[in-house]
Structure formats: structure tokens, C-alpha cells
């Protein structure tokens, strides 16, 4: 047997291609291979045992090398310019510029995409749920469905029309009921209207009244009891029944049924179903599905209405990134106890292999892994394996069963369960030293994206096999995106650089009720203006590099207005000005304060300090007394736990207009502040504890 052919042999047992192959022998001795024969060799048994040796070593190694990752498309031109404007791109992944509006014909609705698991799945589990020290517990897709189907039939029953001018407020934690009844309304074409105890009551009030909500479905006799407050103020007149998942009390029955509202167990309302049975009303695209309100940071929050084609489109973009999505392929969903503390033992037990998270808990994983690693060489260690599996990552490799997996992440990995695939990460940035450090010790695909409610979820994408960080992808096939000029900013799209709009199927119809907000959010011709400012990457991949109004994000998700916690904080006798900073890769609040030098040493004396105006600024008894009385005022003013801040460096000197921190309308420069004050933020950030 020539050598020519013995090669061309382990090429189709090994399906190397043959400068793979090729390479290899080439670090054998040199010889003319159109001369060689394994026959014509003239080797020793033993040399001929240990050439067959290698041999079928090489052939071993390179079938079962770990394999890179197939991106979808060039991952150095991620995406596409739009008519010519580098300005204006879409996703790679198109043909041309029609957007995708759904992906598989029969799934146009959050409904139909159900349906579609229903049929995948049918008796196989969907969702799931665990008492403390228990295993999950599984309820199927057929019995989900028909538990919606009886739980929208008692809605018909008390009243509720089948339609998408019927609201429904949910009022819950996350758990199986709350996708339940979610599923309810769909099947009667009805919307959905979450509620969050982060709104505050004010805010739940206006939301209330705003959609005329009569029913509102709970979890617990706490929170029914903030609503049968405002009803018995009478300011929510329309609210008539409450829908209830846990056990209450005969008292509070009676209380409500004092204020004309009716209260109901879900079984009980259940039970009204099964007597008075319809077939269901299936929602159109163009019908909205839930309306999901903003937290409301500058004035009363804004309800904005998501359709079911909005979802449809959304979802089929992650679909054909990643062929993932939960109900559609008929997957199934595991819920958390409902405590926070016990999120880590639920994961484990779970053992999923999607995880969606938001940056904060990653934040947290990152902080304990560094945490847990005390000796100094077991942190050189750690960093060595963290950079190995980097330059596999960086090669295309995603794996988790490689020498530092098993020497150095097992823990790490058990800890989440062991089987996770995909975790994808959004609400807010995350750190790229974070991100990248996390990509390799939990060994799984990790994704990030950007988007707003406003375009029903992401715009943004991160793409499988591009695992270089800070930025949030390329633009999904369901939007277009584009950079706009801010003149005031100095940003130009012709420079790569300005506000990000989105325009797509997945844009939402506007605000409810609502026409001049939706005008300012929405243009004439469709574009949705986000307020956050973008960069475009040599790549095709989006970069956030600032906001266009002097709103953030925390590391949570909450949005913060900080103009408006000052003007609350200036009120306190001690403080003449007051910059209040939040950072996206953070969950709380600092400050920097001028304290009035006319109050502020006799303020601090009646306190028992003495010492100069300069002084007192540097005192840290000082400190923590003036913080006090800042976050005293600020609770009196409603301000929200996260609208508190948490630490704060007292400033002697007065921002003006000659040190360039204020404007000559006297309004604060705060990027020039934040510049200024630097070396504060980055030492309160280091020294705070959550």
C-alpha cells in the first residue's frame, strides 16, 4: 500500500481535508512522498509499531479535537448598510432588506407560538415548580392549555369581553399562574397588564384607571390589599373583582365586599370556567398583547401597547440566531421559589440549559468566584485556566469538558446545574472583564443584546461565535437600526456615532392613550428614537456609549432620573448642590456634595463636631451625618430605596460656571462633572458594599 493512499485512507476514516492531514506528516522526516511505500520501507518491527502508533494517535486526536464554532454569517461583517447608509443597518443574516416577521408560518401570535409547543410536546412537561427541599414538579403543555382555556372562560364569565380591548392586570410574582393566566387572556384574545410593586402606589393607581382595569388577578392578600386600599380612597373606581393564587382570609373577604369588590380564588374562578366552557378566540397579529408600563421615572409612567405580531417578530429573530425559544419548540420552564436567597439552590436543582439573566446576579457569580479563591496559587491558577479557555473561545471553541473544566470549573459549573447551553444577558450593560472571564468558567455560549420595551424586547443581538466583548451585537433580522446626529452632543452618523433609532415589525404601536408621548417616541416614518446614544463597529456590531437624556439604567434594570433625586436632596439644610451618578455596571446611587458653607459649620456643631469648613468636609462622622439627613429627606419625598444614595464625597468647592460645572443657564455639566470627579466615584464604588 503506497503512502499516497494509506493518507488518502485517513483523510475519509478521520474526513480531514487534506492540508490538515498533510500538515501533520509533515513533521516527519523528510522524504520524496511519490517515492514512498509503507512496503518499500526498510524499518524494524519495533519502528514499524511505534509509526502505527502514531499513526492511530494523530488519527484519534484529530477526530475528537474540539471543534470551533460555525458562525452564521462573517463575524467581520456581522451586518449590512441600508441603501448605501452606513448609518442605517440590518442584520447579515437577511437576504435583503424585508424584515423578519415571523419564522415559521403558523406562529404570526404569542398564542400560535404555544400552540405550536402544544403540538411538539404535547403531554411532555412545560412548566415547572419546587417547595424548599423538593424536587420540580412538571405541568404538561396539554394541561396548561386547557387549564388557560377553563381560567379565559371564567374570565368570560365575570364579565371580560374576548377581545384586545379587554385588559387584565396581573399582580405576581413569576410562577406557573402568572404564565397561565397570561395564556388565558391570549386564548380569548384578551391583553395582559403586569404589575410590579416597583411602581409604586401612585403609579398602580394611574395604570388602574388608565386601562380601565375591573379585574386584577394576585398571588397574595398583601398585595390585593394595596389595591382594596386605593379602591376604598376611591380613586380606582373601575376595580370589581380580585383574582387570588394563595389562601386568604374571611376578613378580607368581607372588607372588600365593603368597597363592592369581589373576591375569588383562581380554582374557584376555574371552577366557573369548566361550567361555562368556550372555545377559544385566537388573537390576529395586528391585535395588541400585553401593555407593559415604564417605570415612570419623569412623571406618571407611559403603558406601551406590544402586539402579538411585535412578539411574533421578536421572537423568531432569536429563533433564527439561535433555534432557540421556549414554548414555541415545546421546551420546558422551571420558576424559582419566590425567594431570592434560595435562586442558587433552585438553578442547581433545575439544572437548565437556558438561562436568561440579568447583569447584576452574573455581577454576583463573578464577585464569588474570586471571593472563594483565598491562596495565591489557587488565584494563579484560576486566571491560567481563565486564559486558556479565552484562547479557545477566541479560536471558536465552546466546550466544557476540557482539562481546566474538570481541574479548575467543575464546582463553578455543578453549581448552575452542569448542563447549561445558552445564557443570555440584557436590561443593562455588563462588564466585559465580567463577561469574558464568565464565558470561560462556565462553558457555555454566552449572549448579550440591547433593546427596550418600546421594541417589545431586543434589537441587538450577540452572534454565536463572536465572543469578543464590549459591545451588544449586530442588529436582529427583525429590525433595522440606525445612528441619528445629535448636534448638542457633538455626535454625527457620518462619523459612526449618534442616538440609536429602530425601525421593524417588532416596534411597538405607541404609548396607550397617550398620542403626544407616542409622537415624541415615535417620527413620521416609523423610526422608534431610543435616547441612547450608539456606535457603529468596523465589525457591524453596535456599541452603547452614552444617553442621550440624563436617564440610566442600574445594574438591576431600574431606571434612574437624577435630576429629579437632586432637586430633592438640595432641599436639606446642610447641601447648597448635589450630583447624584449611577453607573449601568452598578446597583446603587452615590453622590457628590456641596455642602453651604453659610449653615454647614453650624449645622455640623449642633451635632457635636467642631473643626473649619474644609475640615468638616473631610470628616467621616460628617459624612455619614449629613447622608443621613439627605436619605431622611429623601424618604419624606417618596424617593424609592434605589433612588436613595449610598455613598457621597463632600466637595468644598462650589460648582460654577468658571470651573466649567455648570452651564450659563446653570444647569450641571455632567459629563464634565463625572470627569472631574472620577477618582470619588471609582473609590465610593470600590469601598460600598451592596
Keep these: 500500500m503506497h503512502f499516497q493512499e494509506w493518507l488518502r485512507s485517513l483523510r475519509s476514516i478521520t474526513g480531514l481535508k487534506g492540508s490538515e492531514s498533510e500538515d501533520l506528516w509533515s513533521r516527519l522526516p523528510s522524504l520524496p512522498l511519490s517515492s514512498l511505500s509503507l512496503s518499500s520501507l526498510s524499518l524494524c518491527p519495533s519502528s514499524l509499531l511505534g509509526l502505527g502508533a502514531l499513526a492511530s494517535l494523530t488519527a484519534f486526536w484529530l477526530v475528537t479535537r474540539p471543534r470551533p464554532m460555525r458562525p452564521p454569517c462573517d463575524l467581520q461583517a456581522q451586518s449590512v448598510a441600508v441603501n448605501g447608509d452606513p448609518s442605517c443597518r440590518r442584520s447579515a443574516l437577511l437576504k435583503d432588506d424585508t424584515l423578519l416577521e415571523f419564522y415559521y408560518e403558523d406562529t404570526r401570535t404569542a398564542y400560535d407560538m404555544f400552540q405550536r409547543g402544544l403540538r411538539i410536546a404535547g403531554d411532555g412537561p412545560c412548566l415547572g415548580f419546587r417547595k424548599p427541599g423538593q ?12 387549564q388557560a382555556q377553563v381560567l379565559g372562560s371564567g374570565l368570560l364569565a365575570k364579565g371580560c369581553q374576548p377581545n384586545s380591548l379587554q385588559f387584565v392586570g396581573i399582580f405576581a410574582q413569576n410562577r406557573p399562574e402568572w404564565i397561565i393566566s397570561e ?38 392578600e398583601e398585595k390585593a390589599a394595596s389595591l382594596l386600599e386605593n379602591k376604598e380612597q376611591g380613586v380606582t373606581p373601575s376595580l370589581s373583582c380580585l383574582v387570588l393564587f394563595n389562601d386568604f382570609s374571611e376578613a378580607f373577604v368581607e372588607r372588600a365586599k365593603t368597597c363592592q369588590v369581589e373576591v375569588l380564588k383562581l380554582q374557584q374562578l376555574m371552577e366557573l370556567g369548566r361550567q361555562n366552557l368556550k372555545d377559544p378566540v385566537p388573537p ?47 421546551a420546558r420552564v422551571g420558576f424559582y421559589q419566590g425567594d431570592i436567597s434560595l435562586l442558587m439552590d433552585d438553578i442547581k436543582t433545575l439544572k437548565p440549559t437556558l438561562f436568561p439573566v440579568v447583569p447584576r446576579l452574573l455581577n454576583r457569580i463573578y464577585d464569588k468566584i474570586l471571593g472563594s479563591v483565598s491562596s495565591p496559587f489557587r488565584r494563579a491558577l484560576l486566571h491560567y485556566a481563565v486564559r486558556r479557555k479565552q484562547a479557545e473561545l477566541s479560536s471558536g471553541v465552546v466546550r466544557n469538558n476540557s482539562l481546566w473544566d474538570k481541574l479548575v470549573f467543575n464546582r463553578i459549573q455543578a453549581s448552575l446545574g452542569g448542563n447549561l447551553r445558552f445564557a443570555l444577558t440584557a436590561s443593562a450593560p455588563i462588564s466585559p472583564t465580567v463577561l469574558s472571564f464568565l464565558r470561560a468558567t462556565m462553558g457555555c455560549l454566552i449572549f448579550e443584546g440591547y433593546g427596550q420595551t418600546e421594541c417589545t ?14 459591545h451588544v451585537g449586530a442588529p436582529l433580522p427583525c429590525a433595522m437600526v440606525k445612528l441619528i446626529d445629535i448636534p448638542d452632543m457633538n455626535y454625527q452618523a457620518k462619523n459612526g456615532k449618534g442616538e440609536i433609532c429602530i425601525r421593524g415589525p417588532s416596534v411597538f404601536r405607541g404609548y396607550l392613550k397617550d398620542q403626544k408621548m407616542t409622537e415624541e417616541a415615535l417620527d413620521s416614518d416609523g423610526w422608534l428614537h431610543s435616547g441612547d446614544v450608539g456606535q457603529w463597529l468596523p465589525n457591524g456590531t453596535l456599541c452603547i456609549i452614552d444617553r442621550k437624556k440624563h436617564i440610566f439604567k442600574l445594574s438591576q434594570g431600574e431606571y434612574i432620573a437624577p435630576e429629579k433625586i437632586e432637586n430633592v436632596y438640595t432641599r436639606c439644610v446642610p447641601v447648597l448642590q448635589v450630583f447624584v451618578h449611577g453607573d449601568s455596571l452598578q446597583s446603587f446611587l452615590i453622590g457628590i456634595v456641596v455642602p453651604d458653607p453659610e449653615v454647614f459649620v453650624n449645622w455640623v456643631k449642633e451635632r457635636g463636631i467642631l473643626g473649619s469648613y474644609e475640615e468638616l468636609c473631610h470628616n467621616p462622622d ?54 472631574v470627579f472620577q477618582e470619588q466615584i471609582s473609590s465610593m464604588y470600590s469601598n460600598t458594599a451592596i
Design 183 to 220: 395564556l388565558a387572556c391570549y386564548t380569548y384574545s384578551m391583553v395582559v397588564v403586569p404589575l410590579y410593586d416597583t411602581l409604586g402606589l401612585e403609579a398602580m393607581v394611574h395604570i388602574l384607571n388608565l386601562a380601565e382595569i375591573s379585574l386584577v388577578i394576585c398571588d397574595s
Design 622 to 675: 460628617v459624612k455619614k451625618a449629613v447622608l443621613e439627613d439627605m436619605r431622611a429627606v429623601g424618604k419624606e419625598a417618596g424617593l424609592k430605596s434605589l433612588e436613595q444614595v449610598k455613598d457621597l464625597y463632600l466637595h468644598t468647592e462650589s460648582f460654577s460656571i468658571a470651573n466649567g460645572l455648570l452651564t450659563p443657564t446653570l444647569k450641571s455639566r455632567r459629563a464634565d462633572i463625572r470627569k
Design 135 to 146: 424536587p420540580y414538579q412538571w405541568i404538561s403543555y396539554t394541561e396548561v392549555a386547557s
Design 284 to 330: 390576529q397579529p395586528q391585535d395588541l398583547a400585553v401593555v407593559c408600563f415604564t417605570s415612570g421615572t419623569t412623571g406618571k409612567p407611559k403603558g406601551a401597547m406590544i402586539t402579538h405580531g411585535n412578539i411574533a417578530s421578536n421572537t423568531s429573530s432569536v429563533i433564527k440566531i439561535l433555534e432557540v425559544s421556549m414554548f414555541c419548540h415545546g
Design 457 to 470: 424586547a431586543g434589537c441587538t443581538f450577540s452572534m454565536p461565535g463572536d465572543w469578543t466583548a464590549g
